[in-house]
Nanobody, 123 residues
Framework: QGTLVESGGGSVQAGGSLRLSCAAN????????FGWFRQAPGKEREGVAH??????GYVYSVKGRFSITRDNTKSTVYLQMNSLKPDDSAMYYC??????????????????WGQGTQVTVSS
């Protein structure tokens, strides 16, 4: 098992939903901060959502459609994605930082990264 293992990606039509999961194992188990990032072909990687021990944050384009939650008993974070749009198509990456303070969308603040899971939304 990898340190961060993502699952839940796939192909859906516009308006559909997906739930991504990210399980933190080994050294990343018990991390305080998690973030979801995405990268579409030809574009820079961008932050989508992040969660600490008591706060969350979202990029403007997904507010009201995506929700990030965590299950501390499983050291797993989820990204519920509703009302998906073709512009949401990308490789989605989970990232974890073991100690607070959390860095939000600062990619350099994270200690661990997953391999990514592909999300494709068709119109």
């Amino acid at each position: 098992q990898g340190t961060l293992v993502e699952s839940g990606g796939g192909s859906v039509q516009a308006g559909g939903s997906l739930r991504l999961s990210c399980a933190a194992n080994r050294d990343a188990y018990g991390s305080s901060c998690f973030g979801w990032f995405r990268q579409a072909p030809g574009k820079e990687r961008e932050g989508v959502a992040h969660i600490g021990r008591g706060n969350t944050g979202y990029v403007y384009s997904v507010k009201g459609r995506f929700s990030i939650t965590r299950d501390n008993t499983k050291s797993t974070v989820y990204l519920q994605m509703n009302s998906l749009k073709p512009d949401d198509s990308a490789m989605y990456y989970c990232a974890a930082r073991f100690y607070e303070p959390c860095g939000g969308f600062d990619q350099f603040s994270y200690d661990y990264w997953g391999q990514g899971t592909q999300v494709t939304v068709s119109s």
